[in-house]
Every structure is written in structure tokens, then in C-alpha cells.
């Protein structure tokens, strides 16, 4: 093997071994990253029947009842008080007090037979849920 074909072979080697570097750290970032995702529902939980289209509850009532019921379910939640509004069939405006319950670190299962109890409860014909990907992280502070 002649001086130049050694230096190149090195060069080769070198430059191998610096994309396995590369790729090693990629694959480690990503699987650090991976680690942290999760799922996040988010249901949107109206409180007016949808037989009578008045109010199953008071604000407060929906509010303790809802909580009942997440806690059967789930060890944690987020509760939000939204109001909704919506052209109805006839084509006038609706609107009623929603509650919009945020969940994470649970299965989809879980959240179906939570809403399947809160849509008998609140009488309703629908629960709005959105499922999303995000990554969820506990910050206990600087250390």
C-alpha cells in the first residue's frame, strides 16, 4: 500500500467515525426526547341537557360533579370554565357553560369511560375531545 493510499484509508476511517459520533448522538437526543411525550386530551363537557337544553346544573354543581366523576378515573386533571356558542339548527344562536377538562399521562380507554359516565350525568348527546401530542415535563425549580 503506497503513502497515499494508507492516508486516505485513515481519512476515511476519521470521517467514519466522526457520522457514527453524529448519528449515536442524534438517535440518544431523540430517545431523551421521546421519553418526555405524551398524550393530552382535552374534553369540552356542556351542562345543558340536550333534551331540555337548560342547564343540568348550576356553574358550581357541574364543577363538583365533573370532579367527582375525574377522580374515579384519573389521578389528576385540570378543570377550566369556558362558555360555548354555536349556531343551532334552526339557526339561531346557542350558548352554554362548558367545562373543559384537561388530561394527561393516562390512556385513551380511561377517557372513554370517564366521558361515557359524564354523558350520562350531564345529559348530553356529545363530548367534544381533542387528542394531542406534546411533551410533558414536572419542573420542580433549578436544580
Request: proline share 1%; glycine share 6%; with cysteine.
Amino acid at each position: 500500500m503506497t503513502k497515499r493510499q494508507a492516508m486516505t484509508l485513515a481519512l476515511i476511517s476519521i470521517v467514519s467515525m466522526c457520522l457514527s459520533a453524529v448519528a449515536l448522538m442524534t438517535v440518544v437526543s431523540l430517545n431523551e426526547q421521546q421519553k418526555n411525550h405524551d398524550v393530552q386530551y382535552v374534553m369540552f363537557l356542556g351542562t345543558n341537557s340536550s333534551k331540555t337544553y337548560e342547564p343540568v346544573f348550576s356553574h358550581d354543581e357541574a364543577k363538583a360533579k365533573a370532579d367527582e366523576i375525574l377522580f374515579k378515573h384519573f389521578t389528576g386533571f385540570t378543570i377550566q370554565e369556558a362558555n360555548g356558542g354555536w349556531i343551532n339548527d334552526g339557526g339561531s344562536q346557542s350558548h352554554e357553560y362548558t367545562l373543559v377538562i384537561l388530561l394527561s399521562d393516562t390512556e385513551k380507554a380511561k377517557v372513554i369511560r370517564a366521558m361515557d359516565e359524564l354523558l350520562e350525568v350531564f345529559e348530553q348527546s356529545s363530548i367534544l375531545l381533542q387528542t394531542n401530542q406534546t411533551v410533558t415535563e414536572f419542573y420542580s425549580g433549578g436544580k
